[in-house]
């Protein structure tokens, strides 16, 4: 009997507590609902200011913090060391070597390029680069004499050269530079960049994040990491993988000095955890808060919360060139396309937190039409749709995806809607790198993935990449001539109107077409310090921190 | 013809082999106890005063008794009554013999006397049993670990385990010393080697570990262990039943020396009647939890009284007829979770009457020294079997 | 004891030839492109097929193998594929943090274990016992991260008295160690417990109270040491698991220890660093192994006997 109860007892206790067990949503592994799969892909150029795309959602979101009056900042005491928390792990310190949005907020601070722009108006401004005189042709700099690498050595023009040289190389930077022929020195402070083709949008890319200039001398002597030391306002002091990085103000900068003195990033991959420290005021700053624990954030004492509507579009990908006959299919696909409940898919995934996409791109790239209407919701429609086909009895598809909690939840919601014209869905979560060699490979059926464009970009990065037959981001698997023509044509036109023309046509060419079915534009969280000032949020990612500060 | 010639000459070989090793086991065992003897006197001379002799104080007559002990194992399957209305007296000096078949109670019963009965299960239900006249029944705990291997010592049945095998030899003994005398740390390990050599062992061996002795030896320790504090009464539990015959006779020869020079009174409990025979004053015979017969030597060998003793006696192998059948006692034990009402060796017994199934026979003396409990003594004139042949 | 020792330890040779071995062709089996992963998706085919030259990925399996093997005696286990840093030094700079992480759990486990299943064995089917058999399940029970989680929001977030992560100190120790230990703590519990009920039935204990010794004597003196060996065993075991790598604690934490390391490897398909990393890890246990064995030696001195043979 005393046996017997005691074994009542136990497991009562244990259920209880399994019930409420799991209950933070990052759950562990590193999931964060911020930059979710992999990379936000750089775009480049073109200065049309971001308009009032967002819909008004920004005016109850603050997305900038302003800088201190001088008197303020004289009486005021910062502190010396500004915490970052991040969700993801600097993987290598060599810029050339990835297009993650972390490695972005390292480059900015610790690497020159030949132009930069203001984070807050995306305005070109002098880098390296004093002075620049555009033709069709080529490009000439006036390069500055006063740089220095944070060895001491001073930045040259065979620098420069030189990572321009390694840039067409690598991997993760050719498709970028490739509107460059070769670079000529002219003399010590005079370059002129031959242009291969022409590009509209080429000083934008010059101001990529790693479109950044490296030392030839420590980039061969360490192949490894030779090519983190660069000449930007803060070198790399203490890197330790899977723990934190340590920058510290590097006093030699010629450009204007930063007020912080030292930054340290730490890795901490689980949400909640990172929450907390934000919350109890061990980090400054917090990047990619899940849209559920925001309230925390904003109910301490210690931390506030900054959101801006994201330049990251969540979107669905449909094979239209593989194997599968019905993906083939126009009209399967805008069936499809109608049948999703995109509403439902913003509450259930992000609690409500995103914004509907009414286009292929996101509102702050340059020629987004606000008037265009994605597919509505309308299973009636879609159904009929399906019925004029050869596939009117439904087939069977797979749907995959880099295994995390939202895009779970949107698969799952698609399979569903799906299911409701007759369409059999199979949901197929993958780890990064499978998810990976699948797309490589070109052997998905349909998945969910995501698209983020720079600050201030132009749509020619974006269209290349994501609709050029031949891209490496095509994900449709497209290859349309009337659309490589109008893109390459866009790229170079010169008249506004006509420029905004055609690309409103390949716009809603994509829509029609059905084969990239756009969801949601991510609203971006950040957690900081209520003392921190002179930042402002990026939508695309790429925050710039160097001329921020705390006030103690 | 031949055959039986061949059988004689054989016989007398192994008798001569048989009177050659009980020689050489003897003269061994002489030896052996001659340097016992000289460190126990060197012992002795240090060692306390017997009870017996203490100034002022009247000595308790009795160094141990045991009053109507009842003890039982409540288990969850069954109530095991173990000991049933034990009685038992012992004088200083004298040993006794507590002769019966597994399960008849004796282990138990030496186990009450130091309170040492698992308690769960065991229970020890009522009954008095004091050692040199104080009840050990009533004394706390604290008192009983202070008895405990002082005033009564304890000897188990199996050397191969009775050992901790993480301790060294000498440690062992010397942790008996500790407890109950005050001494220092290197006093006790002296004393502890001096055991040692008492039992026969070198000295250096206390370092030694239990695992790289004999079983002769282990046992050896145990008695330097039990004897270490010069105790009053030893309890002694089959101590020689695990060892082979000539092992048998060193360790009783040093354990009836130890025994002669301090004056120790001793329980031998065994089921072996020669080990009594050579060792005992008393016997003491044990059945289902009670004392069934109890006299000196000579009453119970020569003028045995109880049917079980009888049989015990009857079921030992004839050296002298050695084609003859063993006679062993029919039946088994009775179970002791389920003792009938009356006599409990009644289904075994070949003189059992109705009476003797009615009620438990009680105990009657039949000399000063001798007593029997069986209804069969109703009758003045009745004798076992066995008491006719020996008159 | 030294020969024993010395045996040991040039067994561990062999152990690292086939640890290798397995691990290479594990690693070699998992799906997914090292190229693709260091090119990036966007790569074009020629980009990809450039750096599996240059890695030399195509080679044949022995070639690949004996090329490392060739490597790792002269103590180069080569570069992460995707951070570009050396294999080895990497492990080792993250090993004093697993180091403590381990201590810190295996001493947060034996505080309260032994006292436990001592505690346990002594009233054993009493409504002690019953509770620390409660106890002990659940923490076996319990969901790990989860307990990191609690116990991050109530003492760091609510009572402010650890930091949330991160290895910084003692104090960044406390919690991660309780959240590792606990599980720990209820495996050893319970392995004190079913020893000492062993040992305690043993025919020495009874001639110990038949010495008088007291309960305490008996129960610690006496009993415990004889249980300890199957304490150590499973505490052994445990420390070598939490030292290659509670990867939930670690990220729930921010501990930067081997764990994560090696997951970051996994997930990024990084067969080189997860390759040279598991190799350690296992060079590690067999160490751990072996010391495990020498306390044996000390505790039981039947075992040492048997070493000396």
């Known amino acids: 009997m005393k046996k017997f109860l005691a074994t009542l007892l136990a497991a009562a206790m244990v259920f209880s507590l399994a019930a409420c067990g799991g209950k933070s949503e990052g759950g562990s592994g590193g999931e964060s609902s911020g930059a979710e799969s992999g990379e936000s892909q750089g775009g480049e150029s073109e200065s049309t200011e971001p308009s009032g795309g967002d819909g008004g959602d920004s005016s109850e979101m603050v997305s900038d913090l302003p800088a201190l009056s001088e008197s303020e900042l004289a009486n005021a005491t910062l502190k010396k060391q500004v915490v970052i928390g991040l969700n993801k792990d600097l993987v290598t310190l060599d810029p050339y070597a990835s297009n993650n949005v972390e490695v972005s907020l390292l480059l900015r601070m610790t690497h020159s390029h030949l132009v930069k722009q203001d984070p807050r108006t995306y305005e070109l401004q002098p880098d390296l680069a004093t002075d620049w005189e555009v033709t069709d042709e080529y490009i000439d700099f006036t390069i500055r004499d006063d740089a220095k690498f944070h060895n001491g050595d001073p930045v040259t023009i065979e620098d420069i050269i030189y990572s321009f040289d390694v840039m067409k190389e690598n991997s993760y930077t050719s498709s970028k530079v490739s509107f460059i022929d070769h670079i000529e020195k002219i003399d010590d402070t005079h370059i002129r960049m031959h242009l291969a083709k022409n590009n509209q949008d080429a000083l934008r890319i010059l101001a990529y994040f790693n479109v950044c200039i490296v030392s030839e001398k420590e980039s061969k002597a360490d192949e490894a990491n030779g090519r983190g030391i660069g000449s930007g306002p803060y070198k790399v002091a203490e890197w330790e993988l899977g723990s934190h990085t340590l920058l510290e103000r590097f006093d030699d900068y010629f450009g204007e000095k930063p007020l912080t003195e030292s930054f340290l990033m730490k890795t901490q991959p689980e949400d909640s955890a990172r929450v907390i420290s934000i919350e109890n005021g061990e980090t400054d700053i917090c990047i990619a808060p899940p849209a559920q624990e925001v309230e925390h954030i904003a109910s301490s004492d210690k931390s506030m919360v900054m959101a801006v509507t994201a330049n990251k579009l969540v979107y669905i990908a449909i094979n239209q060139n593989g194997n599968h006959k019905a993906l083939a299919d126009k009209k399967v696909r805008q069936a499809i396309a109608h049948a999703i409940n995109r509403e439902n898919i913003i509450i259930a995934a992000k609690d409500g937190k995103a914004k509907l996409a009414n286009t292929v791109i996101s509102p702050k790239t340059a020629y987004y039409n606000p008037d265009q209407e994605a597919m509505e919701y309308d299973p009636e429609l879609a159904k009929q749709l399906l019925s004029?086909?050869?596939?009117?009895?439904?087939?069977?598809?797979?749907?995959?995806?880099?295994?995390?909690?939202?895009?779970?939840?949107?698969?799952?919601?698609?399979?569903?809607?799906?299911?409701?014209?007759?369409?059999?869905?199979?949901?197929?979560?993958?780890?990064?790198?499978?998810?990976?060699?699948?797309?490589?490979?070109?052997?998905?059926?349909?998945?969910?993935?995501?698209?983020?464009?720079?600050?201030?970009?132009?749509?020619?990065?974006?269209?290349?990449?994501?609709?050029?037959?031949?891209?490496g981001s095509n994900r449709q698997i497209l290859n349309d001539e009337w659309v490589n023509e109008t893109i390459e044509a866009a790229a170079v036109e010169t008249d506004e109107a006509k420029r905004q023309d055609l690309y409103y046509q390949l716009q809603e060419w994509m829509i029609d077409n059905a084969g990239f079915l756009p969801m949601y534009y991510e609203i971006l969280y950040m957690g900081v310090n209520k003392n921190l000032h002179n930042f402002n949020i990026e939508p695309s990612e790429q925050h710039t921190f160097t001329y921020c500060y705390v006030t103690e | 013809m031949e055959e039986n010639k061949v059988l004689d000459e054989v016989k007398e070989v192994a008798e001569d082999t048989a009177k050659e090793v009980k020689d050489a086991a003897e003269n061994a065992a002489a030896e052996v106890a001659e340097a016992a003897e000289k460190t126990a006197e060197e012992i002795k001379d240090t060692a306390d005063v017997p009870a017996s002799e203490q100034d002022g104080k009247a000595a308790p007559e009795y160094v141990l008794e045991i009053d109507d002990l009842y003890v039982e194992y409540d288990t969850e399957d069954a109530l095991v009554k173990a000991v049933n209305g034990l009685n038992l007296k012992l004088r200083h000096g004298e040993t006794v013999g507590l002769v019966g078949e597994t399960g008849a109670g004796k282990t138990t019963t030496a186990l009450s006397i130091l309170r040492l009965v698992p308690d769960p299960p065991g229970v020890i239900k009522s009954g008095s049993i004091k050692v040199e006249g104080q009840n050990v029944m009533e004394l706390s705990e604290a008192a009983m670990q202070e008895i405990r291997g002082n005033d009564v010592a304890m000897i188990f049945q199996d050397p191969m385990t009775a050992l901790n095998p993480v301790f060294t030899v000498g440690e062992q003994i010397a942790e008996t010393i500790r407890l109950h005398t005050d001494c220092t740390k290197d006093e006790a390990d002296e004393k502890a080697g001096d055991m040692l050599e008492v039992v026969g062992i070198p000295r250096a061996r206390g370092n030694e570990f239990p695992h790289q002795f004999s079983g002769g030896m282990k046992q050896r320790v145990v008695i330097a262990i039990a004897l270490a504090c010069n105790p009053k009464l030893l309890i002694a539990d089959e101590p020689t039943t695990a060892l082979d015959v000539t092992i048998?006779?060193?360790?009783?020869?040093?354990?009836?020396?130890?025994?002669?020079?301090?004056?120790?009174?001793?329980?031998?409990?065994?089921?072996?009647?020669?080990?009594?025979?050579?060792?005992?004053?008393?016997?003491?015979?044990?059945?289902?939890?009670?004392?069934?017969?109890?006299?000196?030597?000579?009453?119970?060998?020569?003028?045995?009284?109880?049917?079980?003793?009888e049989g015990l006696f009857n079921s030992l192998p004839n050296i002298h007829n050695r084609t003859a059948k063993l006679k062993p006692i029919k039946g088994l034990m009775c179970d002791p979770s389920n003792l009938p009402v009356g006599c409990p060796f009644a289904d075994r017994c070949n003189y059992v009457t109705d009476a003797c199934k009615e009620k438990l026979p009680e105990q009657r003396y039949v000399s000063d020294t001798h007593y029997v409990c069986c209804t069969a003594y109703d009758d003045p004139n009745f004798r076992l079997e066995r008491s006719k042949e020996n008159g | 004891m030294w020969r024993f020792i010395l045996k040991r330890l040039i067994m561990l040779i062999p152990v690292l030839f086939g640890v290798a071995l397995i691990v290479y062709f594990i690693m070699d089996l998992t799906p997914g492109d090292p190229a693709v992963i260091i090119a990036g998706e966007d790569a074009t085919p020629e980009q990809r097929e450039a750096i599996r030259e240059e890695l030399g990925l195509n080679d044949p399996f022995i070639v690949r193998y004996g090329r490392y093997m060739f490597n790792l005696f002269r103590g180069d286990m080569g570069r992460s594929m995707l951070s570009k840093v050396d294999v080895f030094p990497t492990y080792f700079q993250k090993l004093p943090a697993?180091?403590?992480?381990?201590?810190?759990?295996?001493?947060?486990?034996?505080?309260?274990?032994?006292?436990?299943?001592?505690?346990?064995?002594?009233?054993?089917?009493?409504?002690?016992?019953?509770?620390?058999?409660?106890?002990?399940?659940?923490?076996?029970?319990m969901p790990n991260f989860w307990l990191g989680m609690m116990l991050i929001i109530a003492f760091s977030n609510k009572l402010g008295w650890f930091p949330s992560g991160g290895f910084d100190g003692l104090k960044s120790l406390i919690l991660p160690s309780i959240t590792e230990g606990v599980f720990l703590l209820a495996l050893i519990m319970r392995n004190t417990r079913s020893s000492m009920l062993d040992v305690i039935r043993q025919d020495y204990i009874v001639t110990a109270k038949a010495k008088g010794v007291n309960r305490r004597g008996i129960i610690w003196h006496h009993a415990f040491r004889n249980a300890l060996i199957p304490i150590i065993t499973v505490a052994g075991m445990n420390f070598a698991y939490v030292l290659c790598g509670p990867v939930l604690t670690e990220t729930v934490f921010s501990w930067p220890g081997v764990g994560r390391l090696v997951y970051d490897g996994i997930t990024k398909t990084d067969t080189q660093l997860v390759t040279g990393c598991l190799i350690l890890s296992c060079m590690f246990v067999s160490v751990i192994n072996l010391v495990v064995d020498i306390i044996y030696a000390f505790v039981d001195p039947r075992i040492k006997a048997q070493y000396s043979k």
């Open chain 1, 388 to 471: 004029e086909t050869d596939f009117a009895d439904g087939f069977e598809m797979t749907i995959s995806f880099i295994d995390g909690t939202t895009y779970k939840t949107i698969a799952q919601l698609f399979q569903a809607d799906l299911a409701a014209i007759g369409i059999t869905v199979k949901v197929d979560p993958k780890d990064n790198s499978s998810m990976k060699t699948l797309m490589a490979e070109e052997k998905h059926e349909a998945i969910i993935y995501n698209w983020g464009p720079t600050p201030g970009e132009g749509p020619d990065i974006t269209f290349r990449s994501l609709f050029m037959g031949g891209s």
């Open chain 2, 248 to 309: 048998q006779a060193q360790v009783l020869d040093i354990m009836r020396g130890l025994k002669d020079q301090f004056n120790t009174s001793m329980i031998m409990i065994t089921h072996d009647l020669g080990i009594v025979a050579e060792t005992c004053d008393s016997v003491a015979i044990i059945y289902a939890g009670r004392i069934v017969e109890y006299g000196t030597l000579v009453d119970v060998f020569k003028h045995t009284l109880h049917p079980y003793t």
């Open chain 3, 98 to 141: 697993s180091l403590a992480l381990a201590f810190g759990s295996i001493i947060v486990a034996l505080l309260l274990s032994i006292p436990l299943g001592v505690l346990s064995a002594t009233h054993q089917n009493t409504w002690v016992d019953t509770l620390c058999t409660i106890i002990g399940m659940l923490g076996m029970s």
